[in-house]
């Protein structure tokens, strides 16, 4: 029997509706999707985009009505934006759908609307009162960021081997494999202390963690710069990094098109788009719409509901 899974359609002013209308047949043969939009909401999108609404198409009656401007930054697709993500995830705390499929949101847009999170994973840790991992990738590799929305100046601040020792363990309680690699901070790793001495820090925390766990899951500190190369990806399918670009740029580089976010270490299981609202091309005509991370991120909810009802 299909999943019900709650997809919140992201900000109206980019690519996001066009991406499930255009989807709506192939996720349907996934699971069973409930998109959090209303009505009056999907007929503007749609005329918009002259595409035709799928029969039998599921909504949730996420409040709200505005104008639509493509590609604009705005308080109101902000704030329907993020209704839309709260009642995704409302529908899967009272167990009405098994997972949420969250659409890009615009930050400013949030931040117009007055809604006090940087991000999807920043709401989902207050919701929750939970240390939400954020983890991005595809089945041939994924990458999980020890931090994540911050300035690079205080990356350094944030390498702590009790608070890095609690993050491994939550990231193995998590995922299943016992072969991660764990990047260092510095360049050549800080060769020995000459480049900095946040490797210490790190690599004490890759030994408590496996200590721990009485084995070796744990690998690293890894010289950064050798991480992503073929030889490397070929030892590991996770990767722990230590700031956002240092994980995310060669992964994206590598694998934009198929890549996801996956949101780890809460009670709902939450996957997303691993991608932004699109607002160069949101509601433009000929030109190809890329739907791979979107169709994978659907998969991938599909799979971890299996994975949970073992």
Same mark, same amino acid.
């Given at each position: 029997?299909?999943?019900?899974?709650?997809?919140?359609?992201?900000?109206?002013?980019?690519?996001?509706?066009?991406?499930?209308?255009?989807?709506?047949?192939?996720?349907?043969?996934?699971?069973?999707?409930?998109?959090?939009?209303?009505?009056?909401?999907?007929?503007?999108?749609?005329?918009?985009?002259?595409?035709?609404?799928?029969?039998?198409?599921?909504?949730?009656?996420?409040?709200?009505?505005?104008?639509?401007?493509? !590609?604009?930054?705005?308080?109101? !697709?902000?704030?329907?934006?993020?209704?839309?993500?709260?009642?995704?995830?409302?529908?899967?705390?009272?167990?009405?759908?098994?997972?949420?499929?969250?659409?890009?949101?615009?930050?400013?847009?949030?931040?117009?609307?007055?809604?006090?999170? *940087?991000?999807?994973?920043?709401?989902?840790?207050?919701?929750?009162?939970?240390?939400? #991992?954020?983890?991005?990738?595809?089945?041939?590799?994924?990458?999980?960021?020890?931090?994540?929305?911050?300035?690079?100046?205080?990356?350094?601040?944030? #390498?702590?081997?009790?608070?890095?020792?609690?993050?491994?363990?939550?990231?193995?309680?998590?995922?299943?494999?016992?072969?991660?690699?764990?990047?260092?901070?510095?360049?050549?790793?800080?060769?020995?202390? *000459?480049?900095?001495?946040?490797?210490?820090?790190?690599?004490?925390?890759?030994?408590?963690?496996?200590?721990?766990?009485?084995?070796?899951?744990?690998?690293?500190?890894? *010289?950064?710069? #050798?991480?992503?190369?073929?030889?490397?990806?070929?030892?590991?399918?996770?990767?722990?990094?230590?700031?956002?670009?240092?994980?995310?740029?060669?992964?994206?580089?590598?694998?934009?098109?198929? !890549?996801?976010?996956? !949101?780890?270490?809460?009670?709902?299981?939450?996957?997303?788009?691993?991608?932004?609202?699109?607002?160069?091309?949101?509601?433009?005509?000929?030109?190809?719409?890329?739907?791979?991370?979107?169709?994978?991120?659907?998969?991938?909810?599909?799979?971890?509901?299996?994975?949970?009802?073992?």
């Amino acid at each position: 029997m299909q999943p019900k899974i709650a997809i919140s359609v992201g900000d109206l002013n980019g690519i996001g509706i066009e991406l499930i209308l255009k989807n709506h047949k192939k996720i349907s043969k996934l699971c069973k999707p409930v998109y959090c939009i209303n009505k009056d909401m999907l007929i503007s999108c749609a005329n918009l985009l002259n595409i035709k609404i799928p029969k039998n198409i599921k909504l949730y009656n996420t409040k709200g009505k505005f104008k639509v401007e493509p !590609s604009k930054e705005k308080k109101a !697709s902000g704030k329907y934006s993020y209704n839309s993500f709260i009642d995704g995830i409302n529908l899967c705390k009272s167990n009405k759908t098994k997972a949420v499929v969250t659409l890009p949101i615009n930050k400013k847009s949030w931040e117009k609307a007055g809604i006090n999170y *940087v991000g999807h994973t920043d709401a989902l840790r207050d919701i929750f009162k939970k240390d939400a #991992i954020m983890m991005l990738g595809c089945q041939k590799l994924f990458v999980a960021l020890y931090t994540e929305h911050i300035a690079l100046k205080d990356v350094a601040k944030q #390498i702590k081997t009790k608070k890095l020792t609690k993050f491994l363990l939550d990231f193995y309680a998590n995922i299943n494999s016992d072969n991660i690699a764990v990047l260092a901070l510095n360049p050549h790793a800080s060769d020995n202390g *000459v480049l900095g001495n946040e490797e210490i820090k790190i690599n004490k925390a890759i030994k408590k963690a496996n200590k721990i766990l009485k084995k070796e899951v744990f690998k690293g500190a890894l *010289v950064p710069d #050798i991480a992503f190369t073929p030889n490397v990806r070929k030892q590991y399918n996770y990767m722990i990094a230590m700031y956002h670009d240092q994980g995310l740029a060669p992964l994206k580089a590598l694998y934009f098109d198929k !890549s996801i976010n996956v !949101s780890l270490n809460l009670p709902i299981i939450r996957t997303s788009v691993d991608h932004g609202t699109a607002f160069d091309i949101a509601y433009k005509q000929n030109r190809k719409l890329n739907s791979k991370s979107y169709i994978n991120a659907v998969k991938e909810a599909v799979e971890l509901i299996k994975n949970r009802s073992k």
